[in-house]
């Protein structure tokens, strides 16, 4: 298993990690097979969404906000109960297949790791699954 390592700046905030991925892939060799990003954190996420344009990820954040406000009718005492909740809707895991040594993604498509309760920093475990 490899880990990639993560610092948020925001308490909420996605960061295209699709690089960082493709550097590992490169690194070791990787060719034919799956790629699994897990994040071990209750108040992160991992996902795939447009990296063409800067405000989708601006709309995610500001509606995901709309819809789980940061102060609520919550009882978990830490007061992060929205980012629990955010981590949910958008999960912890991806997997992606690998082929020929390159991520395969759509033409817009970028892979984020998503913040909810930064800045922090986190790790993401990653595990390839060769065909």
């Known amino acids: 298993m490899e880990t990639l390592q993560i610092r948020t700046h925001n308490r909420e905030e996605m960061l295209d990690i699709t690089g ?12 034919d097979g799956m790629l699994l990003l897990y994040c071990p954190h209750t108040t992160g996420a991992v996902t795939v969404n447009e990296g063409a344009d800067p405000d989708v990820i601006r709309d995610i954040l500001v509606n995901l906000r709309k819809i789980v406000p940061p102060q609520g009718d919550y009882r978990h005492s830490e007061g992060n109960s929205d980012a629990h909740i955010k ?20 033409t817009w498509q970028k ?21």
Request: glycine share 12%; with cysteine.
């Open 20 to 31: 960082q991925l493709r550097n590992l892939i490169q690194a070791n060799g990787w060719s």
């Open 87 to 106: 981590s949910s809707m958008l999960g912890c895991d991806q997997l992606l297949i690998i082929e020929g040594g390159q991520v395969q993604l759509g």
């Open 111 to 131: 892979v984020y790791f998503c913040e909810f309760d930064g800045p922090r920093a986190r790790t993401l475990w990653i595990k390839f699954l060769p065909a």
